[in-house]
């Protein structure tokens, strides 16, 4: 099992920046993508960005890639999310997930793993 766990949301301005941070534990060794997701009310859970677990390969959804910019540190089973530029269109639950057998899928349903989501709000 993985727990993860994330931080970091919060309310910003537009144009302002957060970093979020997704804190992995348990059997680590199994993942092996890690990416973001977010899901705004009323709308589908969306990918965001996502990074393999051993290298440095990433993916991102097309429109926040340059404003996003996703990133691990393995020492600490960490991913983070750095937002920059945000605008009030990326207010959503952020959820980091972890998938056991996939690089690279956009789908949330190949995803094994899920942390509660960290709120993130842009005010205009």
């Known amino acids: 099992q993985v727990q993860l766990v994330e931080s970091g949301g919060g309310l910003a301005q537009a144009g302002g920046s957060l970093r979020l941070s997704c804190a992995a534990s348990?059997?680590?060794?199994?993942?092996?993508?890690a990416s973001w997701f977010r899901q705004a009310p009323g709308k589908e859970r969306e990918l965001v960005a996502g990074?393999?677990?051993?290298?440095?390969?990433?993916y991102y959804t097309g429109s926040l890639k340059g404003r996003f910019t996703i990133s691990r540190d393995n020492a600490k089973n960490t991913v983070y999310l750095q937002m920059n530029n945000l605008k009030p269109e990326d207010t959503a639950v952020y959820y980091c997930?972890?998938?056991?057998?996939?690089?690279?899928?956009?789908?949330?349903?190949?995803?094994?793993?899920w942390g509660l989501g960290t709120q993130v709000t842009v005010s205009s």
């Open positions: 348990g059997d680590t060794f199994s993942i092996v993508a």
């Open positions: 990074i393999r677990w051993t290298g440095s390969s990433t």
């Open positions: 997930a972890a998938d056991k057998s996939h690089y690279g899928s956009r789908l949330a349903k190949d995803y094994d793993y």
